[in-house]
């Protein structure tokens, strides 16, 4: 009761909130589930005639990755079967660009015109997963002809040298403009195969909202309660469970929530106040992999009706963790996984992939 006089005086006046930064890691958990004895994959690639002499060159194949998987130079769990299409330029162009002649004093002498040629291009490629027992997975489209691109030749001062680029370069031309093509392709792939069916390691930046009132009560606590957490989500990774984590932040879970209750009106300072209680709660839970409780922070946030639209946010985050959560039968996103001792369906003991 001797903390009612003052909370309720400073209620009448205004709480800044600002955004103070951390960094966790975690692993993250797949999009689509496959029998969970399926931990390694191979990769095929399939060219055109014109363009084998540039993919032999590039191997794509090595470049094809999968998060928390082993590669096997064959006989997989799933087998990824890419097919790199030809490079395709479709029209030409010649265009031209007047530029400025100017003295040491910077006044403008006269005019020059440079020419460059602009070829429009397009590339196709598309992947297959399956697994060895021949089950198709997905089919995955990696660039599509309905993608325009285009290559700008250097300038010239001589129109003709300008139009005359690219037939007498083409060469060196297409392995450039192949090579960039293909290798986005392999990016984009690795990118959604580790998407779809990886655990890999993610490291990402968030924030809480606290109290930037320096007169405010709460001010020094508020604080506290965050440089306490972020030394303990500092340590957190995804090979390392988090028990020990939870008993950590048990004081400033206890913290934040002493707060809904020291300024339970319905004022705007205290909805505020309250808000950034309901906010950094459920961020704490969302990292804590307990969606339950993210989602029961999310609720009050709604119900707090201080910029109420997070708790949506938050809901979504909390449900897709939960579903995730359900669908692999786990209750955490922190846990080790080692490649190397994963064998392929015809290995009898793991070999070690360089």
Known sequence: MVFLVPICLFAQKRVDLDKFGFTVQFRSLPNYKLD?????????????KIMETFVKELE???SVMIDGWKKLPAAGHITVKVKMDELIP?????????????????RVTGTRTLYSQEVTYTFSANAIISDYKGIHI???????RSFKQTYTSPEFPIKHLASGYFLLNSKNVISELYRKSVNKATRYLSNRLSDDFGFGEVTVNDFMWIIDSRKHPEYDDHRKAFQQLNSALFSMDANTPIDGLREQLKPVIKYFESIKKNYPSNNKHDRKIRYASFYNLAVIYYYLDDPQMMMKEASGLALNDFDANDARGFEESALRLKNQFQLFNINTRHFSVDPNSFKGPYESTAVISN
Request: charged share 40%.
């Open 138 to 144: 997905k089919d995955q489209e990696l660039a599509s």
């Open 60 to 62: 794509p194949e090595k």
């Open 90 to 106: 479709e029209s030409f162009a010649t265009r031209e660009r007047v530029e400025n002649i100017t003295d040491r004093n910077g």
């Open 36 to 48: 969970s004895s399926y931990r390694t994959y191979n990769v095929e690639v399939e060219e055109t």
